[in-house]
């Protein structure tokens, strides 16, 4: 079997899509598209209250209409695949936030997802890091050091898996049911590991696999870091 080519889905990526959060994203990977909104909070938890630093937190929802049949609203809990994302997300994007140097302050990443068709937890990691830094930009001058941005890479996610039996990347809703192995990597722009969450969906994968999805990892990101930079601009500058 020759060996399938790795390509990322089309991916897009508008700043300022609404007016009323500093950091404004929406974020299509494929089918799939995610609206990641930025709001500043000048003040952090109780429990940082005496630390003198900052926080990033997220939150993750699936719209009724980005799914077929509808998803119902979380109204009163949230379920426990929900918490599991967007806790991912908001470790995601502290690792590459210098927490002092953003000062008492909390930035919350809200990523609603419009659409799904696969993917969008690490969507919502690539697109949320751009709505972060347009938010920090619009207080750059507020900050406790001017001069020392907080934002110190950046971070972006893709999924890989093996599907028919050859390594795959950026899965959609099809491809990702079929896996037998599914993979979600986050790095930074350095080509630093944040997460893997891998797992054997139907069967075992060798250690060979697994340096093979790695390698298509690292691929990805690379693209989408990429994307990420033309999207920012001069304000990728950090």
């Keep these: 079997m020759a060996k399938k080519e790795l390509n990322l889905r089309p991916v897009k990526i508008k700043r300022g899509y609404t007016k009323s959060s500093p950091g404004s994203v929406l974020m299509q990977a494929g089918e799939t598209i995610v609206l990641c909104t930025a709001s500043i909070d000048l003040k952090v938890p109780p429990w940082l209250a005496e630390s003198n630093q900052g926080w990033v937190t997220a939150e993750y929802s699936m719209l009724p209409g980005s799914t077929q049949p509808r998803k119902p609203r979380e109204r009163n809990k949230i379920d426990g695949r929900t918490n599991e994302i967007q806790r991912l997300i908001g470790r995601s994007l502290r690792a590459v936030v210098d927490l002092k140097a953003l000062g008492p302050i909390q930035i919350t990443i809200d990523c609603d997802v419009l659409q799904a068709d696969g993917g969008t937890r690490t ?3 690539t697109g949320g890091f751009v ?3 347009d938010a920090v930009r619009s ?8 001069k020392n941005f907080p934002i110190i890479d950046s971070i972006a996610a893709v999924s890989v898996g093996v599907v028919d039996g050859q390594v795959d990347l950026d ?10 192995v599914d993979m979600n990597v986050v790095m930074t722009g350095q080509g630093h590991f944040v997460e893997v969450q891998g797992t ?3 069967s075992t994968f060798s250690e060979k696999q697994l340096l093979e999805l790695l390698a298509a990892a690292k691929s990805g990101i690379r693209q989408l870091t990429s994307v990420q930079k033309i999207a920012l ?6």
């Design 171 to 180: 899965l959609d809703y099809d491809r990702d049911v079929r896996a037998d």
């Design 233 to 238: 601009g001069k304000s990728w500058n950090f």
């Design 139 to 146: 207080i750059q001058k507020k900050l406790p050091n001017p």
């Design 123 to 125: 969507a919502s990691i």
């Design 200 to 202: 054997g969906e139907k």
């Design 131 to 133: 709505a972060l830094v």
